[in-house]
């Protein structure tokens, strides 16, 4: 019951903060979105799943209740947790919880809407990445999507409604032709009901037959490419890309944060959860496309953003190549890949927030983030820039914080991949962490180093509004040194992939 | 006995006078007055098919179809109404907001 | 062996915690911070050191040893666990004891550089350095590739840190990033390497029997199979050997990626002398003898290493020969010198290589620090033609500058004579073995003894003697006291160190007295496969290094013989009163040398002539075809509906009209269909 609770409980807060009164909104939103954080952490301790959840494994806090047919087809609430969404739900609470206090300041009007809309948007992550039915997990999906419309959309930079709308018209496409796709899938194969499990149970056994005029092999292959597709767009892989600067850099830094730090990981872990786990002989026969794929977003990505000149558009840019390197993970279908995809999930999702706050941070005291008009900060707010530093360099991929383990793994697990080329082809993504490297020295000698001379005088924020930042360079840094904290259970989860696809590292 | 056929022929010329009516009158009462005919176009067949079929779910139509009319017509003189006080007339181009 | 293990531990944890202490008390309470962290960070170097010969000694008593630590990632799934662990033998013994000795004089030498001159963040600075000294301790302690390529990115991080102390000045803060873009573009083969590593073997420990060169030679010897993904062992094992010499040659600075180093200099010179002389530009050096065993096993990657060394080290010495500020001199002797150990190690001379690794260290570290202390009295002023003279103002760091300068050059019997000649002598005995590529090297190596000798005696003249050439050389303060005893030290080691292996001697004083081949020699109870012995065996069984017999007292002459030569020329054209440029002869070549015959153009080419110009095009392209499309099909559709919404009118009578016609279409089609028709 415990995600029940998680849900009902953070449902129940947005409802609550709507009909706040504005000037309280942020501080009720904030205590409140704490019992959700306590919620997930309590999971995490309390975790006793074992193997993964589509694949035979008992997840925690597991609830099965029939609730309609549709057609034939039984769609019962279940949800549940595994080693690989448990990391990503903990992800979820405390990124919302930094989002929530890092706006204080930041929102001028409509600040009870706001805040609402921030817990809903929790809300529905947690479904998202709890739900083990597919009718329950696509309506907590497009329920992510309204809230993030109107959070860019209401309260975003002056190019905001062309970005939400670019926003909402992407992912929608995504999800419909995701939702064509699994039903399609689903209508092809003997099976009674949209369990997660169950499909992939279905599928993996070859229970596909032909329908629509198509073969068994022609509507398993639509279906994989379909939900690819969808979960491409969400992940913003090159060339499904363009949504994500302009949503990313119009957003308020709050609702960037949960963009980045989460919403994006809905596509990689979809990935994870549909087309690894249900189709590994495609997984396997289109690993080198699949693989060059993530190459092109890597290096693409890591190249666009070196062309950047605007702070936050730079860090925007910089999640491309990390959701590159999750790709290339994915693919690999090995122990270190899968995990490491997992694992990169969520350090990106710490790493990008303390980016984005940071940049935040730095306009707030300055009243401009273009690179070229800032110049030497380093002194003037030293805690802002320690946490700038540590946020590019834990990007960068500086060991012992979680970027350098996620991406090592990844690399790890690829090199090792049974593809054709897969040597080449991991060495050829892992040149992205010298482009990185590149543009983000360049941001810190832009903004820190120098005379300074800032456009107006600068003000340092408190204590009190740098501490979720601080809060996060220290949870990655504690991920980065101690990794198999996470890892024991992620692995757990993954073992089942592993024997799927025949072992590999 | 009268055959269907003659009051299906009448039915269809009341019907085709109502059309021409509604698209090349342009006073608003003899507009409601075309869509009136286009109607009892329609209650003529029913009527008679009823007495051709022998049945009386024809005639019970043509009851609703009346009804109809009668409300139709009450809130067609409203707008009629809402137009001339706007427009001190009753010609129906002159409204030309109708869109998006 | 547990409290060796918890005592070897607390060698690198506990200048962590000095740094931990600099940066929180900086933050919160600079007040309460001694000396602006110099204190604790002095006390924590102090403790390391005394760690560090506590763990030597241990090693001389039969106490080497390799234990985990911690574990990372535990194993699942038939794969592998990635832990952290320590390797306690001759050689990590050795360079815990010579790093944290260098870091604890150039602490202390701080204290005159930096607080005495009234410098802020000194805080910032002495947290720079603390890091720095735990990542370095605690990578010169790793047990596996992994735990080693943490920590050298590590010190990476912490070289763009303290390079970059000086944050509102230009130079500092591009040669910050220059240094760290450099070496991360040779760690970017490091990675790889390490990657292959452990895809290949499953283990990337050092040492012990299921250490992956065990494996590798096993593999070898056909008494392993590994996964070679396909390739032949020997082959895959060259690759990999290769992809990790990446990142040596980018951090130790060798051609061509040594560009960084020279301007490494704009930071702090203490830091230059700790950072960019003795340890972390060693890390680099230290890796190649930490993976020996590993590149004892092919012939290939050992030639390219000795002539990328031999290059390296002549090519660097003639750009030497140019430079008017004395930092910039000192800058390419180090590449320089590096590329000395690099020949001695590629040359199959592991001992040659450690040796000239520990000499180098201790020479360069006090070449630095005196240079620091002639810079501290001549206010920041680094050109040698305008000092000049200064012998008589400082004469305590003259002495030691001169006995460094002496190791420097090669000249009997101070540290670098004995270990550079036994670098030179190993390459000409395998070069004479039969190893054309390595006599290639040796004789690059030689020419370069020449213009070391000449380089490092116009660097001397030109500082200490003649007559003072400027107002600043005329009033130069001598050093304070906490520059001078470090300076002192270090100044007396250089001339001794080298004693520790008389290697040129070898024939002479009998094997007893060479301390360091019998010290590396072990033997090591548990570790046979990490002693110089061994590694001599792979040199000559498996890579088919043979050695011709020469004599050294022959080959040392023939050095001495260059070193003395390049002095000479020194002493006559700058030994004088007034010196004059004589390098302008060169004419020229002299422009290119000066510019280090355009390296830096060309990289910066690469980085803003083509790298940038791609992204912009990838910019470009993004906005304008990627987001065109999208932007496209947006367009069109709303061009589209605002072309069809116009048949709407809003006058009733066209809606009728509108009305009809459809009626009359689908009666039309109604009837088609029907027949009627």
């Known amino acids: 019951m415990l995600v029940e609770a998680l849900l009902a409980v953070t449902f129940v807060a947005a409802f609550a903060v709507l009909l706040a009164p504005a000037r309280y909104a942020g501080r009720i939103a904030a205590v409140l979105s704490l019992v959700p954080l306590v919620g997930s952490l309590y999971a995490y301790a309390a975790f006793d799943g074992a193997g993964n959840a589509l694949l035979g494994g008992t997840p925690a806090f597991e609830t099965v209740v029939p609730w309609v047919d549709i057609g034939g087809y039984a769609v019962d609430w279940h949800v549940g947790l595994d080693g690989i969404s448990l990391p990503l739900v903990v992800l979820t609470a405390v990124l919302t919880t930094v989002a929530i206090v890092a706006a204080r300041g930041e929102i001028e009007g409509r600040r009870s809407l706001f805040y609402a809309l921030l817990l809903f948007t929790e809300a529905s992550l947690i479904g998202v990445f709890s739900a083990l039915d597919f009718f329950l997990w696509f309506v907590f999906w497009e329920f992510v999507l309204v809230p993030m419309y109107l959070l860019v959309a209401v309260y975003g930079g002056p190019r905001r409604r062309y970005a939400a709308i670019k926003f909402f018209v992407y992912t929608n496409v995504a999800s419909l032709v995701l939702f064509v796709g699994f039903v399609m899938l689903v209508v092809a194969t003997p099976v009674e009901s949209f369990g997660l499990a169950a499909v992939a149970e279905a599928v993996r056994s070859g229970a596909v037959t032909g329908a629509f005029g198509l073969s068994a092999s022609a509507v398993t292959g639509v279906a994989f490419l379909a939900l690819f597709f969808g979960f491409a767009v969400k992940s913003a892989f090159v060339p499904f890309h363009t949504w994500l600067p302009d949503a990313y850099t119009e957003a308020p830094t709050p609702v960037t944060v949960l963009l980045a730090g989460v919403v994006t990981k809905m596509g990689t872990y979809s990935l994870l959860r549909f087309n690894v786990t249900m189709f590994p002989d495609l997984i396997r026969q289109w690993a080198l496309p699949l693989a060059l794929l993530a190459v092109l977003t890597v290096l693409y990505g890591s190249l666009a953003a070196l062309a950047q000149r605007d702070a936050k558009r730079l860090v925007a840019y910089t999640s491309i190549p990390s959701m590159g390197f999750v790709l290339l993970g994915s693919v690999a279908a090995t122990n270190y890949g899968l995990a490491g995809a997992t694992f990169q999930m969520v350090s990106h999702g710490l790493l990008v927030s303390v980016l984005f706050l940071a940049v935040g941070y730095v306009e707030d005291a300055t009243g401009t983030r273009m690179i070229n008009k800032l110049s030497g900060l380093a002194d003037r707010l030293p805690v802002t820039a320690a946490v700038l530093v540590a946020g590019a360099f834990g990007y960068m991929g500086l060991p012992l914080m979680s970027g350098f383990a996620g991406e090592f793994f990844v690399f790890t697990g690829s090199f090792a991949a049974p593809y054709p080329h897969a040597q080449l082809v991991t060495a050829a993504a892992m040149f992205g962490i010298v482009v990185v490297a590149g543009y983000l020295l360049r941001l810190l000698q832009g903004v820190l180093m120098g005379p300074f001379e800032a456009p107006t005088t600068v003000t340092p924020r408190s204590r009190r509004d740098l501490a979720p930042a601080v809060a996060l360079v220290l949870l990655s840094i504690y991920l980065g040194v101690a990794p198999g904290t996470l890892m024991g259970a992620i692995q757990d989860a993954v073992g089942a992939f592993v024997a799927v696809f025949g072992g590999g590292l | ?100 | 062996m547990a409290d060796v293990t918890a005592a070897v531990t607390a060698i690198p944890l506990v200048p962590f915690a000095a740094f931990l202490v600099a940066l929180l008390v900086g933050h919160y309470a600079p007040r309460a911070l001694p000396k602006g962290g110099a204190l604790p960070g002095i006390a924590a170097t102090a403790i390391s050191l005394v760690l560090s010969v506590w763990a030597f000694l241990t090693v001389g008593a039969g106490g080497a040893t390799v234990s985990q630590v911690w574990t990372w990632v535990p194993a699942a799934n038939d794969s592998f666990a990635l832990t952290f662990g320590l390797l306690l033998d001759p050689l990590s013994a050795l360079m815990v004891v010579v790093v944290s000795g260098v870091s604890l004089l150039v602490h202390v030498f701080s204290l005159g550089y930096m607080n005495d001159e009234g410098e802020t963040g000194l805080a910032r600075y002495y947290a720079g350095l603390g890091l720095f000294t735990a990542s370095m301790l605690a990578f010169a302690l790793a047990s596996n590739l992994l735990q080693a390529f943490v920590f050298f990115e590590l010190v990476g991080f912490c070289s763009w840190w303290l390079i970059g102390h000086w944050f509102r000045e230009p130079g500092p803060a591009s040669a910050a990033k220059k240094a760290f873009l450099v070496t991360r573009f040779g760690d970017y083969f490091l990675l790889v390497g390490l990657v292959g590593v452990l895809g290949t073997f499953g283990t990337a420990a050092f040492a012990g029997d299921a250490s992956f060169p065990a494996l590798a030679h096993a593999a070898l010897e056909g008494e392993a199979s590994v996964n070679t993904f396909g390739v032949d062992p020997a082959t895959w094992f060259t690759i990999l050997g290769l992809l990790i010499l990446g990142g040596v040659i980018g951090k130790s600075a060798q051609f061509p990626l040594q560009t960084w180093l020279p301007d490494a200099m704009e930071g702090p010179t203490p830091v230059s002398a700790l950072i960019h002389a003795a340890t972390m530009v060693a890390a680099g050096v230290y890796l190649v003898a930490r993976l020996y065993g590993f590149y004892a096993l092919t012939p290939t990657a050992l030639t390219v290493i000795a002539l990328v060394g031999g290059f390296t080290a002549l090519f660097a010495a003639t750009m030497a020969l140019v430079k008017r500020e004395i930092k910039q001199v000192l800058a390419y002797s180090t590449i320089s010198q590096y590329g000395y150990i690099m020949l001695g190690l590629g040359s199959g001379g592991y001992v040659a290589g450690v040796f000239h690794l520990l000499t180098h260290a201790t020479f360069k570290a006090l070449l630095f620090l005196g240079a620091g202390a002639v810079i501290i009295a001549m206010h920041h002023d680094e050109d040698m033609w305008k000092m000049g003279g200064l012998k008589d103002r400082m004469p305590t760091v003259y002495w030691a500058f001169l006995s460094g300068s002496l190791a420097l050059a090669g000249i009997v019997p101070f540290a670098g004579f004995w270990s550079k000649d036994a670098v030179l002598h190993h390459a000409l005995t395998v070069g004479l073995g039969g190893q054309p590529l390595v006599l290639f090297a040796y004789l690059m190596g030689l020419v370069a003894v020449a213009f070391t000798g000449f380089y490092t005696f116009r660097m001397v003249f030109l500082t200490f003697h003649g007559e003072p050439r400027s107002e600043t050389a005329r009033d130069a303060d001598a050093a304070s006291a906490n520059m001078r005893v470090p300076v002192a030290i270090l100044g007396v080691l250089a001339a001794v160190v080298g004693l520790v292996n008389v290697d040129p001697l070898k024939g002479v004083v009998g094997e007893r007295l060479l301390f360091l081949e019998r010290w590396l020699n072990g033997p090591l109870p548990g570790l046979a496969g990490a002693t110089a012995e061994h590694y001599h065996e792979l040199v000559v069984d498996v890579a088919g290094f043979h050695g011709a017999t020469v004599s050294p007292v022959v080959s040392a002459v023939v050095s001495l013989v260059f070193a003395l030569t390049g002095v000479a020329l020194a002493w006559t054209w700058y030994n004088v009163p007034e010196p004059v440029e004589k390098t302008d002869a060169l004419g020229p070549a002299k422009t290119v040398l000066y510019n280090n015959y355009y390296q830096d153009e060309f990289q910066t080419w690469l980085a803003t002539g083509v790298t940038e110009p791609l992204a912009n095009a990838v910019d470009v392209f993004d906005a304008s075809v990627v987001d065109g499309v999208v932007n496209g099909v947006s367009s069109t559709s709303l061009v589209a509906s605002d072309r069809l919404r116009r048949v709407q009118t809003g006058v009733v009578t066209t809606y009728t009209t509108q009305l009809v016609f459809g009626l009359v279409v689908l009666l039309l089609i109604v009837l088609l269909l029907g027949g009627w028709f």
């Open chain 2, 1 to 100: 006995m009268v055959p269907l056929e003659y009051y299906l022929l009448f039915s269809a010329a009341m019907f085709c006078i109502g059309v021409f009516g509604v698209l090349a009158r342009r006073n608003a009462l003899v507009y409601l007055m075309s869509v009136e005919l286009m109607l009892n176009a329609a209650n003529v067949v029913f009527v008679a098919s009823s007495a051709h079929y022998g049945t009386i779910s024809g005639q019970v139509f043509s009851l609703f179809t009346m009804a109809l009319a009668a409300a139709e017509v009450a809130v067609g003189v409203g707008i009629v109404l809402v137009a001339y006080r706007k427009f001190k007339d009753i010609d129906i181009t002159n409204p030309t907001s109708m869109r998006w």
